[in-house]
């Protein structure tokens, strides 16, 4: 192996040949790697599965940035043998790693089988992340990280319900926050899963990066999925205005406008997860790591997920409220700080850089915006 064909990312030098890398990715390596960091901190140990690993660039900077203890490296394609024996060697050779090439599910047996639990299990799966988020649990040691991936966007924004509802057993519909729909599903699909064998799951992080969707969950040692957490979205196509709806208000709920005098049935998504997108506390610790590593982009992207992570669960886009309101398009800066001085909470969401986060209505937001 050639060393000039090398790439740096970070700490992390490697080379890809024929595996899978996407540099584009690397701000979410960049959050993995500063979440199991918070962890080893808090818990003074830090063992890792990365069971689709491909080049093995996590499994390298999770090792020399994170401080990990241990990494089982995996890879399904046995074809990939030589790069990850070179990437990983100087791990290897030190007995500070495990590499195989195995079905991800059969790994997370054997670890189940075995009582081999880790801190931390990455599964940076291709298109859904469905086939492993109920097994994936059993690999995790309680109160542990899950880092999961998606980059099945249709299925979730509500171009393909019935593939959703085979996915995670929910029906998605498309609307203007679609986007954030599809990491509450993942969320919410991974509760119920946890809720089987009377386990919970909390967010740490929620990320969407434009086509890949990342969520970072925790396992608990209780059910927490509840009426509160676990629900439905309504989304009124008449007004475009959202709510919240529990099992208990199922074919009870209905939008009223005026002066029409008339209900609109809403549009349902869901069950989804309905509570908070990230843990502030977690991410204000992760801000800190970053801005002592110099990581300005990622400290800016944190700082943005911890000021929209207790907003309600959708959002409203610029455009929407220019079309509705038949305005020109506020600037978003301007709406936000129009709408906090009018006593509302809002921010701007990661999500979406054409939109905002707010508990004002719609209705509220377009009043707010033609004043402006």
Known sequence: MNDEFLICEEKAYFTVGHTFYRPHSKITRDLGVLAAKVYKQNQGKLRILDVMTGCGVRSIRYYLESEADYIWANDSNPENKV?????????????????????????????HNNKDYYDLVDVDAFGSPNPYLSTALWATKIR??????????????????????QNYGSYGRSHPSAQEQVLRLIIGSTLQQAATIGLGIEPIFSYFSGSTYRVMLRLLPK??????????????????????????????????????????NYTISGPIWLGYLHNKEYL????????????????DLLSTMINESEFPPYF????????????????????????????????????????IKTNATLKQCIEIAKGL
């Open 223 to 264: 059910i927490n999925l509840s009426l509160d957490n676990y629900g439905f979205l309504g989304y009124c196509h008449h007004c475009g205005e959202y709510t919240t709806v529990s099992y208990k208000q199922l074919g009870k709920i209905s939008c009223y406008h005026q002066p029409e005098n008339k209900y609109y």
């Open 83 to 111: 790069i990850l024996d070179y990437n990983l060697g100087f791990m290897l050779d030190k007995n500070k790693a495990k590499l195989t090439y195995k079905n991800a599910n059969n790994i997370f047996f054997e670890c």
């Open 144 to 165: 542990g990280l899950i880092y999961l991936t998606c980059t099945d966007g249709r299925t979730g924004t509500g171009h393909l319900p019935e593939n959703c509802l």
């Open 316 to 355: 409203y886009t610029l455009g929407e409220i220019g079309r509705r309101g038949k305005i020109d398009i506020p600037k978003r800066s301007q709406l936000i700080e129009a709408l906090q001085n009018q006593g509302f909470s809002a921010t701007n969401t990661h999500i979406n850089p054409q939109a």
């Open 284 to 299: 204000k610790t992760m801000k800190n790591l970053a801005i002592n590593l110099k990581w300005s982009t990622v400290s």
